[in-house]
């Protein structure tokens, strides 16, 4: 019977929870002992703790605060939940969810499984592996604001590529960002073209820890390509997936950079409106900081739970 | 023992090297406001308002918008009026603090007023006014502001000042005023056979006019509207404005376009997008898109305030010669507008007294200054645009005739602008809310054919009156 091993981090603070063997401990009580041992790594963790307490923790716990504050003639009072009301009776809050969902639903569709199929496709190559690697990604290399602004040309009705291109093919023009139906798939469409380079680097290094044996003996029971995704690839990367679905999902629902430059914000007849651009107006264009932490803080909620869910994932992945 | 200590030596020295970085990062990263209440260096001055400021006191004030580097011909005179104004004011320090691009951009604006961390001086557009007094960031000015201290006060638009009081109290001085007209392509309407002298006055001559523009084809647009970033609900504003029609009523609690002039507005632009096909295949434009297509002679007309040509010019490289200005169709009334610059909150009476001197000297007094036409002309800077123009009785009648005689473009070209002068009316309550659910009218009406004019009214008009019920 011998003694179940520490785990490396168990060992470690063990370690340090023992005084050291070739002396009497410094005075003082454990904290101030594990304070001087630490004293380095403390030091140069105290300017990263800074500046997430000042530039990220804060703001936090003021957004908090002034979700049910208001400010007027300078005088700050607290409102209860009169910000939620204004937000909830706001024309376009509802508008601004249904279309933030719609966007990441569109987001999940193109922007989930176009970088597992590109992923797929370049890990069956048997050559130009790398350059394609490198091709899938440059766009995440380029700044989200050219990439976008390269779109808005490429959309463009008047002198735009794509018309020219659908021109060219017998295809009827279409008013990409200006028909209030297809303004949103053309904003998710730039979207995935922007980062999905990212994703699909993710899914390869994923794939390529697939046992080949695996697809080995599908092949041998007669499987077809088809067939050895469905069986093989989706339950080997299951995991990978769920998390990358996560991650997609908390990203797409703060979509604000794409919409902003593509459409204005607003987009034709407000199609385009999402959440965050809802509370960047009501904090920069009118003046109400309240009801945008008030905003803000639904979002919070919500996002919250789907990172409950991510950080069960991990947990599950990591044991 | 010596690795020892040389070990604890290099420690600390890594803590305070990393410590030291950390605070000098984070000291950066702070905005610096100048001081409240104190500021005077010397003496302690009077804090008599209508006592003027003690030559003895020694004061600084920061002020915004001073013109970067870019703009070395503003920058140059900037300079120069300081030296002058030390001439008489030897005891102020003007401290200039510049901003590449736009100086005032609303959502950078509104962060800093929140940040309390205007100068003392700041540059603020009229109907920022109330937010600014929401964020208790401006000071009552009015015990401060006689003929003492701005001579030409009494030769001030009273509707200009009006902008700048709340509850008969002032709280700014103008620097410039605007009103909407329709800026005109001059090349366009000659190649399309029409007058660039007459530009058209009503909105079936801007019909009119449009087709014959977007004739020309080659992607030419006749007439141009916004309907993004909020810019939509400003120009449908001004359209309602300028067939006598309102966009909020007397009350300011309800929502008033929906109605047969609004219903006007929106027929005519629909029928000019869709029928016609005189406005170009490319909607959802915003403030900046407009001017980029009438400085590329791609736009022959659209809603604009004088100073954009100024920003053409400089800015896109066009020709003043290219452009002309009308009265804004309709004519029965327009949106007006403006800047000025307000003082901050809390600093000392010296300072006030110090900040109000410098505005009187740089935008307040004919001659000097912004209204020195005669160096502008020297400096190759434009002089001969109708506006800013906030002046009454002597005072205009003296800077008309400084503006034309040193008129450096073509002055005629805004003569129909200038010899008829429509009323100018003030933006809405909430006007940045009330534009933002216009824009979807604006946008609707661009960009479906088949959009359903009476509904987009309506829905527009229900969430109008939301956004009023919330006051």
């Avoid at chain 1, 593509?262 to 960047?280: D, K």
């Avoid at chain 2, 000098?24 to 990263?29: D, I, M, S, W």
Wanted: with cysteine; glycine share 8%.
């Amino acid at each position: 019977m011998s003694a179940p091993s520490l785990t490396p981090s168990k060992a470690a603070r063990s370690r340090h929870d023992r005084p050291p063997v070739d002396g009497p401990p410094p005075p003082g009580g454990s904290f101030t002992r594990s304070l001087k041992r630490n004293l380095t790594a403390h030091g140069f963790l105290i300017g990263a703790v800074l500046c997430f307490a000042i530039f990220s923790w804060y703001p936090m716990v003021r957004e908090f605060f002034l979700a049910f504050q208001k400010t007027d003639q300078g005088e700050v009072s607290w409102v209860g939940l009169d910000n939620l009301e204004t937000v909830f009776n706001d024309p376009a809050f509802w508008q601004a969810w249904r279309n933030t969902l719609l966007f990441t639903v569109l987001a999940l569709v193109f922007g989930f499984a176009v970088p597992f199929v590109v992923a797929l496709v370049i890990n069956e190559l048997r050559h130009g592996k790398g350059y394609l690697r490198l091709l899938v990604y440059l766009p995440v290399m380029l700044p989200p604001v050219a990439a976008v602004l390269l779109f808005k040309y490429l959309y463009d009705p008047g002198y735009g590529l794509l018309n020219e291109v659908f021109g060219a093919v017998g295809l009827p023009e279409q008013q990409w960002l200006q028909d209030p139906d297809l303004s949103m798939l053309s904003v998710v469409i730039a979207s995935t073209w922007m980062n999905m380079g990212g994703a699909a680097l993710i899914y390869l290094a994923a794939l390529q820890g697939i046992p080949g044996e695996l697809y080995e003996a599908a092949e041998l029971d007669g499987a077809g390509l088809l067939r050895k995704v469905w069986h093989v690839t989706i339950p080997q990367t299951r995991l990978i997936l769920s998390l990358m679905l996560l991650m997609q999902v908390i990203a797409t629902m703060q979509v604000f950079v794409e919409p902003f430059l593509l459409t204005g914000g607003a987009g034709p007849e407000g199609s385009t409106t999402t959440v965050v651009y809802l509370i960047y107006q009501y904090a920069f264009n009118f003046n109400n900081y309240g009801a945008a932490a008030a905003l803000g803080l639904l979002l919070l909620v919500l996002l919250a739970g789907f990172s409950a869910a991510y950080v069960k994932l991990s947990r599950a992945e990591d044991e | 023992m010596r690795s020892a200590r040389f070990r604890r030596t290099r420690r600390a020295g890594a803590i305070t090297l990393v410590s030291a970085l950390t605070l000098t990062a984070l000291a950066a990263c702070g905005t610096s406001s100048s001081d409240d209440g104190g500021g005077s260096e010397g003496g302690s001055g009077s804090s008599d308002p209508a006592a003027p400021l003690d030559p003895k006191t020694k004061v600084t004030i920061t002020i915004d918008c001073m013109p970067p580097a870019a703009k070395a011909a503003e920058l140059k005179e900037w300079k120069e009026d300081v030296k002058e104004f030390n001439k008489t004011y030897p005891n102020v320090t003007i401290e200039g603090r510049s901003t590449p691009g736009q100086c005032l951009e609303p959502p950078r604006f509104t962060a800093m007023l929140k940040a309390k961390s205007q100068p003392d001086v700041f540059y603020t557009y009229f109907t920022d006014l109330p937010q600014v007094l929401d964020n208790d960031g401006a000071e009552d000015i009015t015990a401060y502001v006689n003929d003492r201290t701005v001579p030409a006060l009494k030769d001030i638009d009273p509707n200009v000042l009006g902008s700048l009081k709340h509850e008969n109290r002032l709280y700014g001085l103008p620097t410039s005023n605007y009103t909407m007209g329709l800026l005109i392509n001059r090349k366009l309407f000659e190649e399309a056979g029409l007058d660039p002298d007459a530009p058209p006055r009503t909105w079936e001559e801007v019909r009119t006019a449009a087709k014959k523009i977007a004739g020309l084809g080659d992607g030419i647009a006749g007439f141009g509207e916004y309907s993004a970033g909020n810019t939509g609900g400003w120009h449908f504003t001004a359209q309602m404005y300028s067939l006598g029609g309102q966009v909020v009523d007397a009350s300011g609690k309800k929502a008033a376009f929906n109605d047969e002039l609004g219903k006007q507005v929106a027929e005519n632009l629909h029928a000019m997008r869709w029928e016609d096909q005189s406005m170009g295949k490319t909607q959802l434009l915003k403030w900046g898109d407009l001017q980029k297509q009438i400085a590329t002679d791609k736009l022959g007309m659209f809603l604009a305030a004088p100073d954009d040509i100024t920003y053409m010019v400089q800015q896109l490289g066009a020709d003043y010669e290219n452009f002309g200005m009308g009265p804004i169709p309709g004519e029965k009334n327009t949106l007006a507008g403006g800047n000025n610059y307000v003082i901050k909150k809390g600093i000392s009476a010296d300072k006030i007294k110090a900040g109000i001197a410098w505005l009187n000297f740089q935008n307040l007094t004919v001659g000097k200054g912004q209204f020195d036409w005669a160096r502008k002309k020297t400096d190759k800077l434009p002089v001969g645009l109708p506006q800013p123009n906030f002046w009454l009785n002597e005072s205009k009648k003296k800077d008309d005739a400084a503006r034309i005689e040193h008129a450096t473009m073509p002055v005629e070209n805004f003569k129909t602008f200038m010899d008829n002068p429509v009323p100018g009316m003030a933006e809405p309550p909430k006007a940045q809310e009330v534009y933002k659910v216009l824009d979807n009218v604006m946008s609707g009406i661009l960009t479906n054919e088949d959009a359903d004019i009476d509904k987009l009214l309506s829905t527009a008009e229900q969430q109008v009156d939301q956004v009023l019920a919330t006051q």
